[in-house]
């Protein structure tokens, strides 16, 4: 009887097992970091050739699109920059992207960008999300505010 | 009626208050009149939020933009058809619906359960007003969804495009029917734990809703997937992600308690077990609200956060306090004498399948909350994608294919090597020979040749149960073939409804590797320009424009050829919608047993005339419908009224419930 049960006992621990090297296996393959540009551009230093996934918004006036070759360059910077002197860029990372762009992709706009940052200090980005329309709420209030008033 | 709506939720708290006192105090002190107030006031719950819901649909349709939710939902242009689906289309008006049908699953179940049960009821009654009220509160206190504005808006803000498609208006109700009625074998869980009536009237009770749940699930999934693929242009139509994650971790673990409770129903083993998997379901449809409605994982899916947060979270530590508390509590009277006899049986296919579906759970769980985890552990957000599920449930979704060619078909108890040679012989050789004729055609890609020939392995063996059954009607009873199949589903519906479930399954796994052979290609072209994918040549002709009150849009017209001849024309747009101030794809998809051709317009260059197009050709997605259909038919089957069922339904009742009365009288 004992016997019988500890086959079962094995092969529940060969499954439970497998799932569990999958997991962690799989979690060290496709990880990537999630920063908030701040936090990008505290820790870019270290973060040459590794997978990020940065928040931020996209500078007015940077956007690069060339519809041809489907090619996009912008410049991430932070959600509030904070005060920058008269005439100097605010900071912020290169961003590079070939593709479609996503429907609600413009100047201002927040979006999160997953890509490699590469030693030439430039995010290759594979993915560019925009932020989910939920958070277009605040311009709905905002506009219906202003009908208010 | 806003005012009525607000006062009749309000009055629905009271009374679900008074509801679980009642009951709970009836059974306490034995006073059968308590009780049956108390089921009374269940049902008057279930009417004042009727009459909430009522109000909030007359305020969307007769557009009263004065309340804050019509403005920010819907519009005066907006179709009648997708106002009616604005109701669950935002936060406070997807709170009232779920409200709306857990009071209805509710009174169905009191309706049922008046005279049998009784012992379990008043716990029943109680747990689910519980959980009513949880809702109610939320909508009194925290998201009133008659909230007025200050002022009266002359126009709403409009539903959010990307809810604005057919698939959209049932895909929600759709899940919600099946998050919804995961309460219930919960409700029935928790009553058999209070009451220390742990047998299987409970199961039998909610044999039944557990399906129904499934059912719902399955098919809230299904056109998820659907809506996603039409409406999200991405080509695809899963993306794990965490809104998607949400809505398929219950599946997991509700598939897995549909197995192993027939293994408790023949061998009265796997209580616990069981036991677990009901409450895990439901914290699951729980946990999963939580995720859409807080906000912290970031989702495409997520068209109405909020701070609702920590009350889920708080509702959840609460409902896994009670549930692991009685179940120790209980675990003494749980266990079981019996055991397992050989590794060559169902009931090891079964727990084995049990253990892969909860790991795929796990895995997905894992995944889905990891940013959180290592934000917390380590203080870096680590997130994982697609690629980390696709890995993980990937492997273990193939041997869950692999045991579902054995399980149904093997013996219970203990196969014989001969039994096993004759059943399993005919489907092993057709999946080899599928697998070997793959590899010589020079398929290489290994996954999808194990998928494929799985898929043949599977499919064979369930062909030879009906065959083999049908035949033996054919020689014993005389009947003629269509004749004989067709008793035999009727005559054993759980087991031919659960076959016909598997073929659809199979061929959904079928449909989901045609994935591994997916081609894509973006390319910008100017009018009159054509371009090549896989065997078709697209040519692009022009764009027209066309505009109502709603939306403006560009529609490019592109033809499709294939060997010089013409065989379609798609129109693939770009779309903006006036009120949201937003700019939406709409594909064209043009769909074909072998692969579905899918036509995003990308952009339009209005002042070069460019335009970018992104094309997929996506192999057998088709038969992941069609298999959903079939899925959903099987189920049917299987929930078909049952005689027999019936009867012994009855039998296993009757001591119980005359104990039952022996104790209310």
């Given at each position: 009887?004992?016997?019988?049960?500890?086959?079962?006992?094995?092969?529940?621990?060969?499954?439970?097992?497998?799932?569990?090297?999958?997991?962690?296996?799989?979690?060290?393959?496709?990880?990537?970091?999630?920063?908030?540009?701040?936090?990008?551009l505290?820790?870019k230093a270290?973060?040459?050739?590794?997978?990020?996934?940065?928040a931020?918004?996209v500078?007015?006036?940077?956007?690069?699109?060339?519809?041809?070759?489907?090619t996009?360059?912008?410049?991430?910077?932070?959600?509030?920059p904070?005060?920058?002197?008269?005439?100097?860029?605010?900071?912020?990372?290169a961003?590079?992207?070939?593709?479609i762009?996503?429907?609600?992709?413009?100047?201002g706009?927040?979006?999160?960008?997953?890509?490699?940052?590469?030693?030439?200090?430039?995010?290759?980005?594979?993915?560019?999300?925009?932020?989910?329309?939920?958070?277009?709420?605040?311009?709905?209030e905002?506009?219906?505010?202003?009908?208010?008033? | 009626?806003?005012?009525?709506?607000?006062?009749?939720?309000?009055?629905?708290?009271?009374?679900?208050?008074?509801?679980?006192?009642?009951?709970?105090?009836?059974?306490?002190?034995?006073?059968?009149?308590?009780?049956?107030s108390?089921?009374?006031?269940?049902?008057?719950?279930?009417?004042c939020?009727?009459?909430?819901?009522?109000?909030?649909?007359?305020?969307?349709?007769?557009?009263?933009f004065?309340?804050?939710?019509?403005?920010?939902?819907?519009?005066?242009?907006?179709?009648?058809?997708?106002?009616?689906?604005?109701f669950?289309?935002?936060?406070?008006?997807?709170?009232?619906?779920?409200?709306?049908?857990?009071?209805?699953?509710?009174?169905?179940?009191?309706?049922?359960?008046?005279?049998?049960?009784?012992e379990?009821?008043?716990?029943?009654?109680?747990?689910?007003?519980?959980?009513?009220?949880?809702?109610?509160?939320?909508?009194?206190?925290?998201?009133?969804?008659f909230?007025?504005?200050?002022?009266?808006?002359?126009?709403?803000?409009?539903?959010?495009?990307?809810?604005?498609?057919?698939?959209?208006?049932?895909?929600?109700?759709?899940?919600?029917?099946?998050?919804?009625?995961?309460?219930?074998?919960?409700?029935?869980?928790?009553?058999?734990?209070?009451?220390?009536?742990?047998?299987?009237?409970?199961?039998?009770?909610?044999?039944?809703?557990?399906?129904t749940?499934?059912?719902?699930?399955?098919?809230?999934n299904?056109?998820?997937?659907?809506?996603?693929?039409?409406?999200?242009?991405?080509?695809?139509?899963?993306?794990?992600?965490?809104v998607?994650?949400?809505?398929?971790?219950?599946?997991?673990?509700?598939t897995?308690?549909l197995?192993?409770?027939?293994?408790?129903?023949?061998?009265?083993?796997?209580?616990v077990?069981?036991?677990?998997?009901?409450?895990?379901?439901?914290?699951?449809?729980?946990?999963?609200?939580?995720?859409?409605?807080?906000?912290?994982?970031?989702?495409?899916?997520?068209?109405?956060?909020s701070?609702?947060?920590?009350?889920?979270?708080?509702?959840?530590?609460?409902?896994?306090?009670?549930?692991?508390?009685?179940?120790?509590?209980?675990?003494?009277?749980?266990?079981?004498?019996?055991?397992?006899?050989?590794?060559?049986?169902?009931?090891?296919?079964?727990?084995?399948?049990?253990l892969i579906?909860?790991g795929?759970?796990?895995?997905?769980?894992?995944?889905?909350?990891?940013?959180?985890?290592?934000?917390?552990?380590?203080?870096?957000?680590?997130?994982?994608?697609?690629?980390?599920?696709?890995?993980?449930?990937?492997?273990?979704?193939?041997?869950l294919?692999?045991?579902?060619?054995?399980?149904?078909?093997?013996?219970?108890?203990?196969?014989?090597?001969?039994?096993l040679?004759?059943?399993?012989?005919?489907?092993?050789?057709?999946?080899?020979?599928?697998?070997?004729?793959?590899?010589?055609?020079?398929?290489?890609?290994?996954?999808?040749?194990?998928?494929?020939?799985?898929?043949?392995?599977?499919?064979?063996?369930?062909?030879?149960?009906?065959?083999?059954?049908?035949?033996?009607?054919?020689?014993?009873?005389?009947?003629?073939?269509?004749?004989?199949?067709?008793?035999?589903?009727?005559?054993?519906?759980?087991?031919?409804?659960?076959?016909?479930?598997?073929?659809?399954?199979?061929?959904?796994?079928?449909?989901?590797?045609?994935?591994?052979?997916?081609?894509?290609?973006?390319?910008?072209?100017?009018?009159?320009?054509?371009?090549?994918?896989?065997?078709?040549?697209?040519?692009?002709?022009?764009?027209t424009?066309?505009?109502?009150?709603?939306?403006?849009?560009q529609?490019?017209?592109?033809?499709?050829?294939?060997d010089?001849?013409q065989?379609?024309?798609?129109?693939?747009?770009?779309?903006?919608?006036?009120?949201?101030?937003?700019p939406?794809?709409?594909?064209?998809?043009?769909?074909?047993?072998?692969?579905?051709?899918?036509?995003?317009?990308?952009?339009?260059?209005?002042?070069?005339?460019?335009?970018?197009?992104?094309?997929?050709?996506n192999?057998?997605?088709s038969?992941?419908?069609?298999?959903?259909?079939?899925?959903?038919?099987?189920?049917?089957?299987?929930?078909?009224?049952?005689?027999?069922?019936?009867?012994?339904?009855?039998?296993?009742?009757?001591?119980?419930?005359i104990r039952?009365?022996?104790?209310?009288?």
């Amino acid at each position: 009887m004992a016997a019988k049960q500890s086959k079962f006992l094995i092969g529940a621990l060969l499954i439970v097992g497998a799932v569990g090297y999958l997991i962690y296996t799989s979690i060290q393959e496709t990880k990537v970091y999630y920063f908030t540009i701040d936090e990008f551009l505290l820790k870019k230093a270290t973060l040459a050739n590794t997978d990020v996934r940065v928040a931020g918004r996209v500078q007015a006036g940077s956007i690069q699109w060339d519809p041809a070759a489907l090619t996009l360059t912008f410049r991430l910077m932070p959600i509030e920059p904070g005060t920058i002197p008269v005439g100097a860029l605010p900071p912020g990372v290169a961003v590079s992207y070939q593709g479609i762009l996503p429907d609600m992709f413009a100047e201002g706009r927040d979006v999160i960008v997953e890509g490699l940052y590469t030693p030439e200090q430039q995010l290759v980005a594979s993915t560019i999300m925009t932020s989910c329309p939920s958070k277009y709420e605040p311009e709905i209030e905002e506009r219906l505010t202003r009908a208010d008033g | 009626m806003t005012h009525l709506g607000t006062l009749a939720l309000y009055l629905a708290s009271l009374l679900a208050v008074y509801a679980i006192v009642t009951s709970l105090w009836g059974v306490r002190t034995r006073r059968t009149a308590w009780i049956a107030s108390g089921t009374q006031a269940a049902y008057a719950v279930g009417g004042c939020v009727v009459i909430a819901s009522i109000a909030l649909l007359h305020a969307l349709l007769t557009r009263d933009f004065n309340v804050e939710y019509v403005a920010s939902y819907s519009s005066s242009t907006l179709p009648l058809h997708y106002t009616v689906a604005a109701f669950w289309g935002g936060q406070k008006g997807s709170l009232l619906f779920w409200a709306l049908i857990h009071c209805f699953f509710s009174a169905i179940v009191l309706f049922q359960n008046r005279t049998r049960n009784q012992e379990l009821m008043p716990y029943v009654t109680a747990t689910l007003m519980i959980i009513a009220l949880f809702f109610l509160g939320l909508l009194c206190f925290i998201t009133p969804p008659f909230e007025r504005l200050s002022f009266i808006p002359d126009e709403g803000s409009d539903l959010n495009p990307l809810l604005q498609n057919y698939w959209m208006t049932i895909h929600p109700p759709a899940l919600y029917l099946g998050f919804i009625s995961a309460s219930v074998p919960f409700a029935f869980a928790l009553a058999a734990l209070a009451t220390g009536k742990l047998g299987d009237v409970w199961i039998r009770t909610t044999r039944r809703w557990a399906l129904t749940s499934w059912f719902f699930l399955s098919l809230g999934n299904l056109l998820g997937g659907r809506w996603a693929y039409e409406v999200l242009g991405w080509g695809g139509y899963w993306a794990w992600d965490p809104v998607e994650n949400a809505a398929i971790m219950p599946w997991f673990t509700a598939t897995a308690y549909l197995h192993s409770v027939m293994i408790q129903e023949k061998k009265d083993m796997l209580k616990v077990w069981n036991m677990t998997l009901v409450i895990l379901t439901f914290v699951l449809t729980i946990f999963g609200t939580f995720l859409t409605r807080s906000g912290v994982i970031s989702s495409v899916h997520s068209f109405t956060q909020s701070g609702l947060g920590p009350y889920f979270l708080t509702f959840l530590a609460c409902i896994l306090t009670v549930s692991i508390g009685l179940l120790l509590y209980r675990l003494p009277d749980l266990k079981s004498e019996n055991e397992f006899d050989s590794l060559l049986s169902r009931e090891a296919a079964f727990l084995f399948n049990n253990l892969i579906l909860v790991g795929l759970a796990f895995a997905t769980f894992w995944g889905t909350i990891f940013p959180i985890l290592s934000e917390w552990v380590r203080g870096v957000k680590i997130t994982v994608g697609p690629p980390f599920f696709n890995q993980v449930n990937g492997p273990l979704g193939v041997m869950l294919l692999f045991l579902t060619g054995i399980g149904p078909i093997i013996a219970w108890r203990r196969a014989s090597w001969s039994s096993l040679g004759r059943q399993f012989t005919i489907p092993l050789v057709v999946g080899l020979a599928l697998g070997g004729l793959l590899f010589v055609l020079g398929y290489r890609n290994y996954y999808a040749v194990v998928i494929f020939s799985l898929a043949g392995f599977v499919l064979t063996g369930i062909l030879a149960e009906f065959s083999r059954g049908t035949r033996a009607r054919q020689v014993m009873l005389h009947e003629s073939p269509p004749q004989a199949l067709g008793r035999l589903i009727g005559k054993n519906p759980r087991r031919y409804g659960g076959y016909i479930v598997h073929v659809g399954v199979v061929l959904i796994f079928f449909g989901v590797a045609g994935a591994l052979f997916t081609i894509e290609k973006q390319i910008t072209v100017s009018a009159e320009q054509s371009f090549e994918v896989g065997r078709y040549t697209l040519l692009y002709t022009g764009i027209t424009e066309r505009e109502d009150a709603h939306i403006a849009a560009q529609v490019a017209t592109v033809n499709i050829l294939v060997d010089g001849q013409q065989i379609d024309t798609m129109h693939p747009e770009k779309r903006f919608y006036k009120k949201q101030n937003q700019p939406t794809t709409e594909v064209d998809i043009r769909p074909t047993l072998v692969e579905d051709l899918y036509l995003v317009l990308g952009s339009y260059d209005e002042p070069s005339g460019l335009a970018t197009f992104q094309v997929f050709i996506n192999p057998l997605v088709s038969w992941i419908w069609i298999g959903g259909l079939i899925l959903i038919l099987g189920t049917c089957v299987i929930m078909a009224p049952n005689p027999a069922e019936r009867q012994a339904f009855a039998l296993a009742r009757t001591p119980a419930d005359i104990r039952g009365q022996a104790i209310a009288e």
